[in-house]
């Protein structure tokens, strides 16, 4: 466990000051493990009554007149199994044909009776909707707004979930623009982001691990799975268990090493399970189609304030930080680029089945001139029919590319692929037996374009420290004849050669 209390600044003082807040952060990023800790915390401390209270299964109850009722319930049922005394009867007397108040005269009432204020910590909140939704919050928003020494209401609460309070609007009704004239909680003092470990915390977690049994963690592999993680908490957690449990069978006696999380790490991208596999379910949606297609073709993006990028950034699929704009870590970075070009790949193995890597390698080593250049034929003959079925087309070419590979790289191999919005490339390092095949794939839309890309393939080769490497530019210039536009070249620069390979 890392200490609650450390994972986000400001919640003791905000609860001491009376204030209702929210709490929001990605799914799986440790939100509810936060909140029972904290509640334990309160209630040990003795200077308040804390309740934690999940709505999840109010998602989709959009009628008031059954939502505030079952909400009222749900308060009852845990109390029912919390330390809190309860003996006046919890809505025992409440009238739920009064839906319009039931919540708030409840609360009121129960406030009343208790000897000390009452923290309610409401988790999931953001799935409720619509008529619910906007019942719950007016309710609490009177009770806030009349609370007093002879009307009591609930000391402090929290709203925790995926959203920020300002994008409740979406859960109105599909066709609002917001929550009415005047928010039904513009009482909020704050919102709070639950951050992703640091480094420092992810050692100390596993640090805890290593003092409870004695395996040890090397540097080597906690620095490799935070960088991968980025301190995604349900990651760091999946791949130790993966290391520890599955490959090592529980035997303390070995170390974590970086090998041992790198495999721990392939097996979880290739598993998808059930945390991944709902996030890249969002991939099918149109808004965020919208934020991610950017981000893997490195076109701009400049919709920050849009609900779409929003949405996206609170499901935990992208990061941005200092103006950059990717994959919230690497291994979804990965996962999002299998995921979207996994039909491609089938397509590819039925349509191409001697794609296979013994074919390319040449005296152990692949010949990317000629994988690139059957390639440059399958684009010649398929490009613009496989663009048409996807419906990430401006990303199209660069996916199409990815999945190419990825088909011939099944027998052997690794892509590690670096993109992000507005950098106007996508990188991709082909390793194979050691070696490094850097790939830049650009869009061409001017002349500037091939000026352009053979810096960025010379910086990224600098990076990788590798003498030789490939530029794949896509050219979607209209007046540039298709056949002009297919070609291979190579490029001497210094003590570097680039292939350029027109598509």
């Known amino acids: 466990m890392v200490d609650a209390s450390t994972r986000l600044k400001g919640v003791d003082r905000l609860i001491e000051k009376k204030q209702y807040f929210v709490i929001h952060s990605a799914r799986q990023s440790g939100k509810t493990t936060y909140l029972k800790d904290l509640t334990e915390r309160l209630n040990n401390a003795k200077e308040y009554h804390a309740l ?29 199994f919390s330390n809190i005394p309860h003996d006046s009867g919890f809505a025992n ?14 609360l009121t009432l129960f406030c009343k009776s208790l000897d000390k204020p009452l923290v309610i910590f409401f988790d999931e909140a953001d799935c409720l909707s619509e008529g619910t939704l906007i019942a719950f919050l007016r309710q609490l928003r009177e009770g806030y707004n009349n609370r007093g020494s002879s009307r009591p209401f609930v000391h402090s609460v ?45 050692s ?39 290391a520890i449990e599955k490959i090592l069978e529980s035997d303390y006696t070995k170390p974590v090493t970086a ?7 392939q097996t979880i991208i290739m598993r998808r399970d059930t945390h991944i596999d709902s996030l890249l ?28 990028y929003q949405y996206v950034r609170d499901l935990g699929l992208i990061s941005d930080i200092a103006g950059k704009i990717e994959p919230a870590n690497p291994i ?11 039909e491609m790949q089938q397509k590819l193995l039925q349509s191409k089945p001697s794609l296979d890597l013994p074919r390319y390698l040449k005296d152990g080593r692949i010949d990317m001139d000629c994988l690139l250049r059957e390639f440059q034929e399958f684009w010649r003959e398929n490009g613009e029919i496989w663009k048409e079925k996807t419906d990430y087309r401006e990303a199209a070419p660069h996916l199409i590319l990815m999945a190419f590979l990825q088909r011939v790289l099944n027998g052997g191999g690794r892509i590690h692929r670096e993109f992000a919005a507005g950098t106007g490339r996508a990188d991709i390092c082909v390793e194979y037996d050691g070696r490094k095949y850097p790939i830049e794939l650009k869009i061409r839309r001017s002349e500037k374009t091939l000026t352009e890309g053979i810096e ?37 620069v210094q003590d570097k050669t680039v292939t350029i390979i027109g598509l």
């Open 281 to 308: 379910e969002r991939l099918k949606e149109e808004r965020v189609r919208r934020v991610i297609e950017p981000v893997i073709s490195g076109e701009d993006f400049f919709e920050r304030l849009s609900d779409d």
């Open 332 to 342: 979804y970075g990965e996962v999002i680029a299998r995921t979207l070009t996994y």
């Open 259 to 265: 090998e041992l999380a790198e495999q721990s790490i």
């Open 52 to 80: 934690y209270c999940s709505l999840e299964s109010l998602q989709g109850v959009n009628d008031p007149k059954t939502g505030i009722p079952a909400i009222v319930k749900k308060i009852k049922t845990e109390l029912h």
């Open 93 to 106: 007397d409440a009238d739920y044909g009064d839906f319009t108040g039931v919540l708030m005269m409840t």
């Open 456 to 492: 960025q393939i010379l910086g990224y080769m600098e990076t990788l420290g590798c003498a030789e490497g490939w530029l794949a530019l896509f050219d979607q210039r209209k007046r540039v004849r298709r056949d002009a536009k297919l070609y291979m070249k190579k490029k001497n």
């Open 158 to 202: 929290a709203l925790a979930g995926m959203s920020n309070i300002r994008d409740y609007k979406a859960k109105v009704r599909p066709e609002s623009q917001s929550l009415g004239s005047a928010s039904p909680f513009n009482i909020v003092k704050e919102a709070l982001t639950l951050e992703n470990f640091t480094k420092e915390e992810l």
């Open 204 to 242: 100390g977690l596993y640090g805890q691990h290593t003092g409870e049994t004695g395996q040890r963690f090397e540097q080597g592999a906690v620095d490799l799975i935070h960088r991968q993680t980025q301190g995604q908490p349900w990651l760091v957690n999946a791949i130790a268990c993966e």
